[in-house]
């Protein structure tokens, strides 16, 4: 089973953070290469641009890819299925005009031009708004901010996460087109390789854990209850005799707590008799 995943660009440090806390150490170094093996002989991975790694998945020199919901959409491919959504490489496309022009809607558009590297999504959004007549959509291969100041078009579809570099091209953005993050994502005809649901449920299991810590402590017997009323989260915790020489009737309750929910819960365990509470972090979840 083969992952295509970004070679470079701002995805490809994140992709291989993910796959190595997911357990698919890749071998022989991730740099520069074409493939990769992981510690998974069954499973190797290909180094690709995220704008090819649809149609990789496609065609099938990948049976799963790791990149961008804009990419996705881009590639117009069929028979792909999306099975999660990995959550960074957050974007939007959107279109955007120069601030201090004449075009502060849609509609405004119609019969101008405009620049992207979105050819098929921006052809798609205009065809959905009843934009009439059509604008006319030129693909251009980056630094599609500048295109409206050298009067190449009236407006562009880019992407934007922090607003920065629209800013600095005084654009202003007048319609949000695509909402996007990284997507994993299979062949159809490959969804019943069980090693896909392998790597899918990896790649979720650390997702589950972000955002989560594990809580042990030592409880008295006699405080259990009220120490259980007030832990949040997970299906309750896990309770466990200790080794009780000194025969103080204490046992240890472990759980899986929210982040944002730990420091209230320490404050309250302690409260209900906890002592000796421990806070790690957790690598991987599978529920
Ligand atoms: N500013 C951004 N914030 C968040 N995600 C982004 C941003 N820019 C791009 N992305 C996401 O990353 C994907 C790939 O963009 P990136 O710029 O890393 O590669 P690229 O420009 O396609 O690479 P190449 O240099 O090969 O052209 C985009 O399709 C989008 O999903
Ligand atoms: O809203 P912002 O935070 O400013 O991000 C938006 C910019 O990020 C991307 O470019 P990138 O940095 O990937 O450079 P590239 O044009 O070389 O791909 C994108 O093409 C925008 O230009
Ligand atoms: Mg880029």
Redesign the pocket.
Known sequence: MRIAVPNK??LHEPTIDLLERAGLHLENGADRKLYADTVDPDVSVLFARAADIPEYVADGAADVGITGYDQVREARVDDVAELLDLEFGR?RLVLAAPEDGDISAVEDLAGKTVAT?FPNITRDFFAETGVDPEPDVVEVT????LTPHVEMADAIV???????????NRLAVVEEVLSSSVRLFAREDALEDPKVEEVRTALASVKQAEGKRYLMMNVPEDRLEEVRDVIPGMGGPTVMDIADENGDGKVAVHAVVDESDVFETITEVKKAGASDVLVTEIERLVE
């Open positions: 660009g701002r974007c590297e980056g630094a599609t901010e880019d992407i934007t996460s922090t607003g920065t570099t629209l800013k600095m």
